[in-house]
Structures are given as C-alpha cells and as structure tokens.
C-alpha cells in the first residue's frame, strides 16, 4: 500500500520532468533565458493581480454554498483555505480539494464532508465554464476548426465517427438508466447526483451571486492568460488563439502536477496551429507557467504561515 503511494507522488514527478525536458529540447536554456529577462514584468504583474482577483472572487464565492448549511466562515480563513489547496495541488494532484476542507474543519469547524460536498459542487460549476469556454471558442473559431479537422482528417470517417459515438450514447444511456445493481447503478447515481449538484446551485438562495463570481473567476483566469501575451516583444495572437490555447493549458494544468512540463507543450502546440513560431510560443508557455507557480507557491506558503496565527485562538 505504501509502494502504491509513493508511486503515484512519484511518477507525476518524472512524468513532469520527462516533459519539462522534452518541452526544452525545441528551445535552448540560454535562449528561454533570454526571453525571461527581456520579459515586460508590467504586463506580467498585471496578468498576476487578475489570477489573485479570481481566487479571492473563489474564496467568496464559497460562503454560498456553506450559507445553507448553517455555516458562515470568516472570509479571511476561506482565502487561506483556497490557496493552501492551490499550493497542495502543485504537489498531489486533487489533493488540495481535501486539504482546503481539512483546513475548514480545524479552524472554523465545519465537518470535512460537509465542506468537501460544497467543494465537489463547485467543481461542477468549473467544469460547466469550461465547457462553456470550449463551446464559445468553437463559435468564434467554427471555420478555423472545420479547415484544421477537414484537411487534416476525413471528413466521412469523422461523421460515421460521430454517428456512432451518438448512437452508442443513447443505447449506453438507456441501459443505465434501466440499472438496478452493479456498475451501470453505480454511474446512474452518480450522474443523477452530478445533475442534483448542478442544479442545487439555481435553488440556492444566492444563486445569481454565485453565478456571477462563477463567471467572474473564468474571465480572470482568461484574462491572466490574455494580457500576459504582450509580456513578449513582438508576440502577436488572434483572440481564437487566446482561447484554444487557454483551453490547452488548462487541460495540462488538470493533467500533471500543476501542469508541470506539460503546460509549455500544450500552449505551444496551440499557437502553433495559427503559425506562432516555436520560440517565442514555447518562452510565453514558461513564462505563463512559472508566473502562475510561482504566485501560487508565495501565496500558499504565506496562508500555511498565516493560518495559525490567524486563528491562534483556536
């Protein structure tokens, strides 16, 4: 059991190096350098304050769904809490989710499951507005995706593709819905608990506040991302680029420790695909990275620090 531990602390570790190694391959350290030292800080500490701005908005956005059940922390406390689990995540991937209510149950003593339940909601809130993104940048970039597919894959073998993953939906979905045991009843009542958590959201009774610091968070992150380009002389990128490497990124950062390694590849193979040349790509995904680690590295390490003193009461 404790081998099965360390292996997965582990090898999140090395994949991440293997990729930071792999990332650097198609650029030299001198020239990355370079880029970082000719980097306008201005518009990096810009894109910074923005990151800052959405985790506050997420720590504020948290006493909506702890209202109902009777809980009302003190803001100061749920900051922490969200940037201790920032700075856990950088190390065990999903663990700062039970770090944060961890965090809540010794100082402002809310059962851990009751915190993590709110957590878990909240997540399906992200996910909505990631899908949402994805979907947005489909529309602006309809055209721009469908040459990128058609010329790039067949387009008859992608519609049977899709046909098929549509008809099997349906049968797959039907068959779970009729379960009464096993497997299929273990995913019926999750996705019926997923839709119950979703929808809980609209019958809370700050729900159009919630919503709004939803999409508030969103907009900061894309607009850390958006105003962190002009750090880089000469760097230009359509706003469909903005989102389609946006989406990349965050799907690195979900994939590896903090998307250690792989969130320059991910960004860089996104601008890729409207011809931003490699170098540059490859030095804004560093330096978007290592901005973004590093200010949840100085802020989580301060909220560790701050929290006993905080709350030296308890």
Do not use: C
């Not at 059991?1 to 030299?28: A, C, D, H, Q, R």
């Not at 609209?202 to 380009?229: D, E, L, S």
């Amino acid at each position: 059991m404790n081998i099965k531990k360390i292996l997965k602390t582990i090898l999140p570790l090395v994949l991440g190096g293997f990729l930071v190694w792999y990332s650097l391959s198609g650029i030299s350290v001198e020239t990355l350098g370079q880029y970082f030292k000719e980097a306008n800080y201005s518009w990096i500490f810009l894109g910074l304050l923005f990151g800052i701005l959405s985790h506050l908005s997420r720590a504020y956005r948290w006493k909506f769904m702890l209202a109902p059940l009777g809980y009302t922390p003190k803001f100061t406390n749920s900051v922490l809490a969200v940037l201790v689990g920032y700075l856990v995540n950088l190390a065990l991937p999903r663990a700062g989710e039970i770090s944060r209510a961890t965090v809540m149950a010794n100082y402002e003593d809310i059962p851990f499951e009751k915190g993590f339940g709110t957590i878990v909601a909240e997540r399906i809130a992200d996910l909505i507005m990631m899908l949402a993104i994805v979907a947005i940048t489909l529309f602006v970039q309809f055209d721009f995706i469908y040459n990128l597919l058609t010329n790039n894959f067949n387009p008859t073998k992608i519609s049977i593709g899709l046909a098929i993953l549509i008809v099997g939906f349906f049968i797959f979905s039907s068959f779970v819905k009729k379960a009464k045991s096993g497997f299929l009843l273990k995913i019926k009542t999750f996705v019926t608990g997923l839709i119950e958590g979703v929808t809980s959201i609209f019958k809370m009774k700050n729900k159009w506040a919630f919503i709004f610091h939803t999409i508030f968070i969103w907009v900061m992150y894309v607009a850390m991302f958006w105003t962190t380009i002009p750090a880089i002389e000469g760097l230009q990128v359509p706003f469909g680029g903005i989102l389609i490497g946006f989406i990349a990124g965050g799907f690195s950062i979900a994939a590896t420790n903090g998307g250690i390694g792989l969130y320059p590849i991910a960004v860089t193979g996104a601008l890729a695909l409207f011809n931003i040349p490699t170098e540059p790509a490859t030095a804004f995904g560093w330096i978007m990275w290592t901005a973004q680690t590093a200010m949840i590295v100085v802020f989580g390490g301060l909220a560790f620090l701050l929290l006993p003193i905080v709350n030296k009461n308890k």
